[in-house]
């Protein structure tokens, strides 16, 4: 559910504009809500507010009965590789999508999204989709999931306590099918978000080195999905 109270939104330039002043409303989930009103009347803003990317001047808003002011910047965590392959310009869509989850799992499945030649070849972009909706199927009903290779996650910290005891460092390079495995089947709530994804700087490390080598990753992801992980070291 979405809630605003006395919500305004004010912006400074040559004279203050004051875009929403005072809103309040309830839409319950699953209702069907259409803003109308002329150009300039605050719609967007409105919809910006609620999607987070942007911040009240003042009132409040709660999505799911959790206030948006509330949250920190040390209540989340986003998870990325140095290589170039991301962008921060995506975190605004991470940000949109964590208060309707507890994990934010970036996916490069949009195509129209990736650059023409990164070292995402036509075998591994096939091999992952087909690898994440192994997993899909195997937490049937919890969600549409299509990347499990990203690195690219928004994480709340609370939700990071509590998992990490359950994963294994010991798991390379198919860590993170081994991640939202775990999360899954750990009761977590993880929704997708589409991000960019650019070639990599510098040489790879992992299973984008060549088609053999992913081959070999997918693999072990395929087996630790269907046959379990490696059991953590105490």
Sequence with gaps: MIRLVDVVKEFDGKRKVRALDGVSLEIDRGEM????????????????????????TSGEIYIDGQKLSGLSDTELTLLCEGDMTFRAY??????????????????????????????????????????????????????TFTD???????????????????????????????FLDVALARGFHIVE???????????????????WRALTVGLRMIAGLVAGWPARRK
């Design 148 to 178: 499990v290779g990203t690195t690219y996650k928004l994480c709340r910290n609370e939700a990071l306590r509590r998992l990490l005891p359950h994963l294994n460092p010991a798991v390379n390079l198919e860590f993170n099918a081994h």
């Design 33 to 56: 809500v259409a803003l109308v009103g002329p150009s300039g009347s605050g719609k967007s803003t409105l919809l910006n507010l609620i999607g987070t990317l942007d911040r009240p």
């Design 90 to 143: 995506d975190i605004d869509k991470f940000l949109a999508y964590i208060p309707h989850a507890e994990i934010v799992n970036g996916t490069r499945i949009v195509e129209q999204l990736r650059e023409r030649r990164t070292q995402l070849t036509t075998f591994m972009y096939y091999g992952n989709f087909f690898v994440g909706k192994l997993l899909e199927a195997k937490h049937i009903g919890r969600g």
């Design 193 to 211: 978000c589409p991000v960019t994804f650019h070639n990599r700087v510098g040489a790879s490390k992992g299973g984008n080195r060549s088609n």
